[in-house]
């Protein structure tokens, strides 16, 4: 079974904070790819990353970081610095080549940058 | 360029009445396209998803159905809607293939069944 879960369902910083949010996925496959979408109050939904599960390199994007380990099946996102800007819901999601086409996402994590 | 378009943007509809939703994707062949369901404060439920014309897989039995008249047309219907299929539709699209390519997602269409 393909499974997320993101276990902060709300979470408030002050502007300038740093915050981690926190993904962990299950599969059964060994080839997967995870995914990490923002979604802003508009609602549409905003691509941010995908990483390959054959490349634990974590990645930096401007104030975007992200943390990859297969050890403890982990995915984490963190925002350096936050802004108001940055606040909206994010999801984090799982695809697999075994699992057909479909993307399995997390419930989502509400992100509040306060002033 | 690639780009997705999904209208009507709102839509209030009452009980019993019937739905129709459509999504088209220009710029791009063959794509995968899906729909998703986010009701109120929750995540994304996985509605539909094709790989091709007529070809249209459910992940969970509900009062709605979907239908790919076109390569890049993806139309979401219902003929009796319920208040519980109130929600944020988004309807994405992926390239076909390999699992390693991201969901580009749609607007969506904010229904609420009175």
């Known amino acids: 079974a393909q499974k997320v879960t993101q276990a902060q369902t709300e979470i408030s910083v002050v502007e300038k904070e740093d915050v981690t949010l926190d993904c962990v996925y299950e599969t059964r496959d060994t080839t997967y790819y995870l995914f990490w979408y923002k979604q802003p109050p508009s609602g549409e939904l905003v691509f941010l990353i995908r990483?390959?599960?054959?490349?634990?390199q974590n990645e930096i994007s401007g104030r975007y970081s992200w943390n990859f380990q297969k050890s403890t099946s982990s995915f984490n996102f963190t925002i350096t610095a936050s802004q108001v800007v940055d606040s909206a819901v994010y999801f984090c999601?799982?695809?697999?080549?075994?699992?057909?086409?479909?993307?399995?996402f997390g419930p989502g994590t509400r992100l509040s940058v306060l002033p | 360029s690639q780009t997705i378009h999904q209208w009507p943007a709102t839509l209030v509809q009452p009980v019993g009445s019937p739905l129709s939703l459509e999504c088209t994707v220009e710029?791009?062949?063959?794509?995968?396209l899906y729909w998703y369901r986010q009701a109120a404060g929750r995540g994304l439920q996985l509605l539909f998803y094709s790989v091709g014309i007529g070809q249209i897989s459910s992940e969970v039995p509900q009062n709605l159905s979907a239908s790919r008249p076109q390569d890049r047309q993806f139309i979401l219907s219902s003929k009796k809607l319920l208040l519980s299929d109130s929600g944020f539709y988004l309807c994405?699209?992926?390239?076909?293939?390999?699992?390693?390519?991201?969901?580009?997602f749609g607007q969506g269409t904010r229904l609420t069944v009175v």
């Open positions: 994405a699209w992926s390239v076909l293939g390999g699992g390693n390519t991201e969901a580009f």
């Open positions: 990483r390959n599960s054959f490349d634990e």
């Open positions: 999601a799982l695809r697999s080549s075994n699992y057909g086409q479909n993307f399995v």
């Open positions: 710029g791009t062949s063959n794509p995968n």
